[in-house]
């Protein structure tokens, strides 16, 4: 892994993933790329960026040709709820830009980490302690692509030894960039609404209870595991991994732990809090940790404590 490729680079785990696989292996080694014009600053002054859209399997082909690359983390995708009110967009890009990575993978010899979720769990997954392997059928697009990522990742280890790995993430809270239309993306929002001052207005009720992880566990547990031994990786693609399960009441109650006057309110979004129903309280992420020696190191006291810290009080929403 020293020639690497991250797609999807400005978006919410990329920006930091590709800053800590720069900090390891040197700003030039690591290609950051996406679709945006210009990127943002902090990509774009501590490595290369290109402009690259995952469904142009002939651009695609050039970068990695060109760039030699070897490893790719493909994190470009719609999440949950924007690809729930895209359906089409959501398959042609989750889908077609996994089909294209991996084919380029398989023709240029590089390893491939691919990001699932909990949302390849579905209403007939047990919701509590979910295990590792278990009855998966999401009944979203987002969760029908991620799922179906966790499949071909694995044909394609099995049938061309393309070395693919990848994990479930929760919902990912951080303060560098936002998520773009995901369920889970509540508990990032709520902190800048608690940071300005204001009432946050929650879009899921306050028993939902998802599991979640705070960034640097995040970027640590994809780091970690393209480098682990490939020996004792059994399941190669779709482990579970957690660092903490709340609701956003209690979520809301540790907020107001530091700032006693924070408040918040409920006005419930029928698509995401159906699509949150739907998903696991808490997944068991004991073949993880067995498999590759997974640990979260930040629970929801930690991460609550070093959000409120990091943002900014009264930062204002881009735009605004
Ligand atoms: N955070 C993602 C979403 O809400 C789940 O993987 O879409």
């Known amino acids: 892994m020293n020639r690497i490729l991250i797609t999807g680079a400005t978006g919410q785990l990329g920006s930091e993933l590709t800053m800590a696989l720069r ?32 469904t142009d399997h002939r651009a695609l082909t050039e970068v990695v040709s060109h760039h030699r690359i070897n490893t790719i983390f493909h994190l470009a995708a719609l999440l949950s709820a924007v690809a729930e009110a895209h359906p089409q967009l959501a398959w042609q890009v989750n889908m077609g830009g996994l089909t294209n990575v991996l084919e380029v993978a398989r ?114 547990a994809a780091i970690s595991l393209m480098e682990a031994e490939s020996g004792p990786l059994v399941h190669r693609n779709g482990y579970n991994i957690t660092a903490m399960n709340f609701s956003p009441g209690e979520l809301a109650a540790a907020i107001r732990r530091h700032i006693p006057t ?19 309280h808490c997944v068991d992420d004991s073949v993880a940790r067995r498999e590759w020696g997974w640990q979260p190191h930040f629970s929801l006291e930690e991460m609550v404590t070093d959000m409120l810290a990091k943002l900014p009080r009264d930062r204002k929403k881009k735009g605004e």
């Open 107 to 220: 023709c240029h010899g590089c390893a491939v980490f691919f990001p699932s979720s909990i949302g390849a769990f579905g209403p007939t997954t047990p919701q509590d302690h979910t295990p590792q392997d278990t009855l998966q059928q999401p009944t979203t697009i987002y969760g029908i692509t991620k799922l179906s990522g966790e499949l071909l990742c694995n044909y394609y280890f099995h049938r061309f030894g393309v070395d693919c790995r990848g994990v479930r993430y929760p919902g990912l809270i951080s303060y560098v960039a936002r998520p773009g239309g995901g369920t889970t993306d509540y508990a990032v929002e709520i902190f800048h609404a608690a940071r300005r001052g204001e009432t946050y207005s929650c879009f899921l009720g306050p028993d939902s209870r998802l599991d979640m992880m705070y960034m640097p566990d995040a970027v640590r």
């Open 262 to 280: 924070f408040k918040i309110d409920y006005s419930i979004d029928p698509l995401r809090q159906a699509i949150a129903n739907s998903w696991p």
């Open 23 to 54: 900090k390891i292996h040197g700003g030039q080694q690591v290609l950051a790329s996406g679709r945006s014009h210009p990127p943002p600053p902090a990509l774009a002054e501590s490595g290369p960026f290109v402009y690259l859209d995952v």
